[in-house]
């Protein structure tokens, strides 16, 4: 297993986890981890499946730092399956959506730790992270009801779920936008509920100092250009219920 650091300025690091879901039926998924100071947290740590190896990845990452905070961008189980496994194990509080939380409990969530598992108002919210501060941003319907993003500013990196998520590219990083094209169009298409919330997702996202945007599947757009580029496209983009006619069109 391998990760990649995407910023590190000696006191602040931002690591990417990003073949810890690969092989057999399930998605891939990237796993994040930030560590500020002697403060630590995760983002989007996963299922059941890789709990264990993203546990001890995290534990070996963080060295002295504590994992103070879990971030969950909204309630699908490549996300939050093993939630109750992070809690049981950890003295972190876990962030999600206040609409997943009662849903959420559904996979198993002890009764001893979910005093821990916090609801994130709509608008989002600040998460102190040792010397830093995160920003909690709303992308609601992108694709869940209730979906959140999270922003760095001291590495300015926006960590975006399930938006930019691209299926099938075996690289890290998105050098040529056409041709990552063929890997994210049709996710998008089918998984973003419509072009109204994209365009209300990009107002947000320009307003931000933005270097990499990082995905939870596929590669990360780095670069101003690069985002700009990402950014236009979701912006433009018809998906979900503007094309929800095509989603039942039958063959033949």
Same mark, same amino acid.
């Given at each position: ?13 931002? &690591? ?32 059941? =499946?890789?709990?264990? =190896? ?11 730092? =504590? ?33 997943? &939380? !009662? ?7 002890? /009764?001893?730790?979910?005093? /821990? ?5 709509? +608008? ?20 869940? +009801? ?9 590495? =300015? ?38 072009? !109204? ?8 996202? !320009? ?16 670069? /101003? ?24 069109? !039958?063959?033949?």
């Amino acid at each position: 297993m391998s990760h990649v650091v995407l910023f590190d300025n000696g006191t602040h690091k931002n &690591i990417l986890l990003d073949d810890y879901g690969t092989g057999g039926l399930a998605v891939q998924a990237n796993q994040h981890v930030i560590v500020d100071g002697a403060s630590g947290m995760i983002l989007d740590p996963g299922g059941h =499946k890789i709990y264990s =190896k993203v546990l001890a990845a995290t534990s070996g990452l963080l060295g002295r730092a =504590k994992l103070e905070s879990i971030f969950l961008s909204h309630q699908d189980p490549d996300i939050v399956a093993a939630v109750n496994g992070w809690l049981m194990t950890t003295d972190a509080t876990a962030y999600l959506s206040a609409l997943w &939380i !009662r849903f959420v409990a559904h996979f198993g969530i002890d /009764r001893l730790v979910e005093s /821990r598992l916090l609801p994130i108002p709509d +608008p989002g919210m600040l998460l102190p992270l040792g010397a830093a501060t995160m920003q909690i941003i709303p992308a609601h319907f992108l694709h869940s +009801p209730g979906n959140f993003q999270l922003y760095d500013p001291v590495s =300015k990196i926006l960590y975006s779920g399930d938006l930019g998520a691209a299926v099938g590219p075996e690289y890290r990083e998105v050098t040529d936008f056409d041709a990552h094209l063929q890997h994210m169009a049709g996710f998008h298409r089918r998984y973003m509920a419509g072009n !109204r919330a994209l365009r209300a997702w990009a107002k947000i996202a !320009r307003s931000l100092d933005i270097e990499i945007i990082a995905p939870q599947h596929g590669a990360v757009f780095k670069g /101003r250009p690069m985002v700009e580029r990402f950014i236009s496209w979701c912006e433009g983009l018809e998906c979900g219920v503007d094309v929800v006619e095509s989603f039942y069109a !039958r063959e033949g």
